[in-house]
């Protein structure tokens, strides 16, 4: 369901794939080749929320935004399933972990991993090729450079993915 919003209306690119169950309300902007998975919400309601390039959004993950604030994932970036992300800033090619939460005002390095379950706590700087987890999020271990590839190839398996899915999903009634 996409919806308008006090006169926003979410701008989703013609490549993106948003399925059926999922939730896209008002100030959103979707790039080009973006994956949104059944009974994700993403809710621009009281803030703007803009979606970089061929990034996923997994079944269940929440995107949301501080009043007068913006949430920005950037290219290649992959939520997780059941992740919780708000009012914050994900730099490119990096990887929410499912059941995880960052909170408003963080910021996650490019190409840095969120481990599953972490909390990374509001106005936390998770540095760039980083691994951070836990509750709270503590980085745990640095990324060579080399895993970018690697984020990347993840990002695009889901914009592969999301083609299949829109072009070959088939609704049944039971």
Known sequence: ???????????????????????????????????VWPGAVIRGDVGAIRIGARSNIQDGA??????????????????????????????????????STVLSRSRIGECTIVGGGAVVLEGQVVPPFSVAAGVPAKVRKELPGSSRTDRIAHAAHYVELGRRHREGLAQHEV
């Not at 919806?3 to 896209?24: K, L, N, V």
């Not at 007068?68 to 730099?91: N, P, R, S």
Request: glycine share 14%; net charge negative.
């Open 62 to 99: 929440v995107v949301h935004v501080d009043t007068g604030g913006e949430t920005i994932l950037g290219e290649d970036v992959t939520v997780g399933h059941l992740a919780m992300v708000h009012g914050c800033h994900v730099e490119p090619a990096s990887l929410i972990g499912m059941n």
């Open 1 to 35: 369901m996409i919806y308008t919003f006090e006169g926003h209306t979410p701008r989703i690119d013609p490549s993106a794939y948003i399925a059926p169950e999922a939730t896209i309300i008002g100030n959103v902007v979707i790039g080009a080749g973006v994956s």
